[in-house]
């Protein structure tokens, strides 16, 4: 048996989406949480570490359900094709660095997608940032059923049935309905995550038996409703809508960064930016009326896309999903809790007795939250201060 260990924490917010609660204590033994309670009724403990976190928060580690991990989001054009047309060994170093930043950021857990050569599903365990994040691969991305075929050791499917929204909106699915079903009654034990956008092609998306729906531009509240009954996983992607908002009006593409926008040279386009500010509302709306119906929700970026970034985008994710009226515990249980269940990612999740001690410390007051995730004041894995998140970084030159 190890050794107790035990966390003071002046807020909890365990990812189950229950209330916040004050003044705790975390036990921990051999990496599990045994128990959780009042800081006032804190055990005698002699002879054991106590840290004391009662001007922190403790809350689970972030979960993006979307990201190209393998895909520089430079704004710079040049940048990302050098990128995409780099060697087996540029690849892999901007795939280290991609973990990084989501490790820094807080973001242990991702579903990595269109990764053709399998770079990322080899690439887990590897020091010495292997073990610091839980990755799930779909392999390439299914764009046509030739596509299929590469996917037979892939932890999930996911399938572009529609155009991306940043692509167009109305375009037609790529795939044909028959496609679709003949692909989701060939997938097995795996699950699979649909991008579809539009009243029909989610709905046929949802007939044929997805597990999860991506983006789901305009698609309406009664494919919510359906979404709701059959417990289908719904990923709204609302930094994708919001970065085409600021890019129409700000003249080019845009970079996420929480507080600042970095928009690259261009002229404002009026019309594109009338209709991506329709396309965030009515997403805004959907993500509202998703809450009323009980539809499981999860937060998913799109990272390795133009402008966003892997790791730090999942903060701007969770602040439209607290604008679209959403509370903060509910908002913290789909960047974690949500998104760890649905891939299967037994040492994230909600922090709760007998699960894994796996959390993140921020400073200050929960009205700060998420703005203060994007400075941490530490990550625990398994129980203990993670060996290589750094609060303060060496710069190398």
Same mark, same amino acid.
């Given at each position: 048996?190890?050794?107790?260990?035990?966390?003071?924490?002046?807020?909890?917010?365990?990812?189950?989406?229950?209330?916040?609660?004050?003044?705790?204590? *975390?036990?921990?033994?051999?990496?599990?949480?045994?128990?959780?309670?009042?800081?006032?009724?804190?055990?005698?403990?002699?002879?054991?570490?106590?840290?004391?976190?009662?001007?922190?928060?403790?809350?689970?580690?972030?979960?993006?359900?979307?990201?190209?991990?393998?895909?520089?989001?430079?704004?710079?054009?040049?940048?990302?094709?050098?990128?995409?047309?780099?060697?087996?060994?540029?690849?892999?170093?901007?795939?280290?660095?991609?973990?990084?930043?989501?490790?820094?950021?807080?973001?242990?857990?991702?579903?990595?997608?269109?990764?053709?050569?399998?770079?990322?599903?080899?690439?887990?365990?590897?020091?010495?940032?292997?073990?610091?994040?839980?990755?799930?691969?779909?392999?390439?991305?299914?764009?046509?059923?030739?596509?299929?075929?590469?996917?037979?050791?892939?932890?999930?499917?996911?399938?572009?049935?529609?155009?991306?929204?940043?692509?167009?909106?109305?375009?037609?699915?790529?795939?044909?309905?028959?496609?679709?079903?003949?692909?989701?009654? +060939?997938?097995?034990?795996?699950?699979?995550?649909?991008?579809?956008?539009?009243? +029909?092609?989610?709905?046929?998306?949802?007939?044929?038996?997805?597990?999860?729906?991506?983006?789901?531009?305009?698609?309406?509240?009664?494919? *919510?409703?359906?979404?709701?009954?059959?417990?289908?996983?719904?990923?709204?992607?609302?930094?994708?809508?919001?970065?085409?908002?600021?890019?129409?009006?700000?003249?080019?593409?845009?970079?996420?960064?929480?507080?600042?926008?970095?928009?690259?040279?261009?002229?404002?386009?009026?019309?594109?930016?009338?209709?991506?500010?329709?396309?965030?509302?009515? +997403?805004?709306?959907?993500?509202?009326?998703?809450?009323?119906?009980?539809?499981?929700?999860?937060?998913?970026?799109?990272?390795?896309?133009?402008?966003?970034?892997?790791?730090?985008?999942?903060?701007?994710?969770?602040? *439209?999903?607290?604008?679209?009226?959403?509370?903060?515990?509910?908002?913290?249980?789909?960047?974690?809790?949500?998104?760890?269940?649905?891939?299967?990612?037994?040492?994230?999740?909600?922090?709760?007795?007998?699960? +894994?001690?796996?959390?993140?410390?921020?400073?200050?007051?929960?009205?700060?939250?998420?703005?203060?995730?994007?400075?941490?004041?530490?990550?625990?894995?398994?129980?203990?201060?993670?060996?290589?998140?750094?609060?303060?970084?060496?710069?190398?030159?």
């Amino acid at each position: 048996m190890g050794v107790a260990r035990f966390i003071v924490a002046g807020s909890l917010i365990d990812g189950s989406g229950g209330e916040i609660r004050r003044n705790v204590f *975390l036990a921990m033994r051999n990496g599990i949480i045994t128990s959780i309670g009042s800081a006032a009724d804190l055990p005698p403990t002699p002879g054991t570490t106590i840290v004391d976190l009662s001007h922190c928060i403790i809350l689970p580690p972030l979960v993006d359900c979307s990201v190209s991990m393998t895909r520089s989001p430079a704004l710079d054009r040049r940048v990302r094709s050098a990128a995409d047309e780099g060697g087996l060994a540029d690849k892999a170093a901007m795939l280290e660095q991609h973990i990084g930043y989501c490790h820094s950021h807080g973001v242990l857990g991702v579903a990595d997608c269109d990764d053709p050569i399998g770079l990322t599903a080899r690439y887990p365990g590897r020091p010495p940032l292997g073990d610091s994040i839980e990755i799930r691969t779909s392999g390439p991305l299914i764009r046509n059923p030739e596509d299929y075929a590469g996917t037979a050791d892939t932890d999930f499917l996911k399938i572009a049935y529609s155009t991306d929204i940043e692509e167009g909106d109305a375009a037609p699915p790529r795939l044909s309905p028959e496609d679709l079903h003949r692909i989701m009654g +060939q997938k097995g034990g795996r699950k699979a995550v649909v991008v579809a956008n539009g009243r +029909q092609q989610v709905a046929e998306a949802l007939s044929a038996g997805c597990d999860a729906i991506e983006q789901g531009y305009l698609m309406g509240e009664g494919n *919510l409703r359906k979404m709701a009954e059959r417990q289908v996983l719904w990923i709204p992607s609302l930094v994708r809508a919001r970065n085409g908002l600021d890019g129409a009006s700000g003249g080019g593409d845009v970079a996420c960064r929480f507080s600042t926008r970095y928009v690259a040279p261009g002229k404002s386009n009026p019309g594109a930016e009338a209709l991506w500010k329709k396309l965030l509302a009515d +997403q805004m709306a959907q993500l509202r009326l998703a809450g009323k119906l009980g539809v499981t929700t999860a937060v998913g970026t799109g990272a390795g896309s133009i402008g966003i970034l892997h790791g730090e985008s999942v903060v701007e994710e969770m602040k *439209l999903f607290i604008k679209a009226g959403w509370s903060l515990e509910e908002t913290v249980r789909c960047a974690t809790e949500n998104g760890a269940r649905f891939f299967g990612m037994k040492k994230l999740g909600a922090l709760t007795i007998g699960h +894994q001690a796996t959390f993140l410390i921020t400073r200050g007051a929960v009205q700060q939250l998420p703005r203060k995730l994007a400075y941490l004041e530490g990550v625990y894995i398994d129980g203990v201060p993670s060996a290589t998140y750094r609060k303060n970084p060496v710069k190398r030159v």
